[in-house]
């Protein structure tokens, strides 16, 4: 059985896995607790030749498996350190953030908007450190062509493979920016969208108790998954 533990609340989303160790193999990206259907639809997507689009991902792959071989043996803050800048070079955080705020974002006033990007940034690269930690053998495997959509966006294909030969679809929503490729949506087990599952949560907290409300939120994950060595 693989538990997917909710990012901000104490629901869980339970998919089967025969191996249990495999809970460390897939990221475990999602805030809520519903498996959200996937906003893009890569069944209609095409096969196009897009290697600057896969490179980012590669990347991270690459800096990913580091960070799992180093364990947690090696402090977080270097993990987090470590991965930084492959995380922000992979995803375009500053569209996931205003996709997972909605239509608000645009009218937050900019000082607002900054502070949420800095949180956001902060809570992204602490879940990827947090749930990439531990190496029993896994592999990832990249398609070396990305899938065309509608939009002029791509879809990147990553599986982590674990030691046994079974295999957990982690795909990348990719549109081009200045700076190049970027994702603007995860898809884990192909299926599950982070921002369509962030979406419901960061609204929920935004009418609760506004931006205030939301960078508690994302502040108090950063601390819950550092084990209290970011504050």
């Not at 180093?70 to 977080?76: I, Y």
């Not at 991965?83 to 955080?93: H, R």
């Not at 996709?99 to 608000?104: D, I, N, Q, R, T």
């Not at 030691?163 to 949506?185: I, K």
């Amino acid at each position: 059985m693989l538990l997917w533990r909710d990012a901000m609340s104490n629901s869980a989303i339970t998919t089967h896995d025969s191996n249990p160790a495999g809970r460390r193999d897939l990221l475990r990206l999602a805030f809520g607790a519903l498996i959200v259907p996937a906003l893009w639809r890569p069944a209609a997507a095409q096969r196009v030749d897009g290697a600057d689009a896969v490179l980012p991902i590669q990347r991270l792959d690459q800096a990913l498996l580091a960070a799992m071989k180093a364990g947690q043996q090696t402090p977080f803050a270097q993990r987090f350190t470590v991965l930084t800048p492959a995380i922000e070079q992979a995803l375009d955080l500053d569209a996931l953030l205003a996709e997972s705020v909605g239509p608000a974002w645009t009218g937050l006033p900019p000082d607002q908007q900054a502070l949420l990007a800095s949180e956001f940034r902060r809570y992204t690269v602490s879940s990827y450190a947090a749930n990439f930690d531990s190496f029993s053998g896994q592999t990832f495997r990249l398609s070396p062509a990305p899938r065309r959509l509608a939009d002029g966006r791509v879809v990147v294909d990553t599986a982590i493979v674990r030691a046994d030969g079974s295999a957990t679809a982690l795909d990348y929503v990719m549109h081009q920016t200045d700076a190049g490729w970027r994702a603007v949506d995860v898809l884990a087990d192909g299926s599950i969208s982070r921002v369509a599952v962030q979406r419901s949560d960061f609204r929920s907290l935004l009418r609760g108790g506004g931006v205030a409300a939301l960078v508690a939120g994302l502040r108090h994950k950063v601390v819950s998954l550092s084990g209290g060595t970011l504050a």
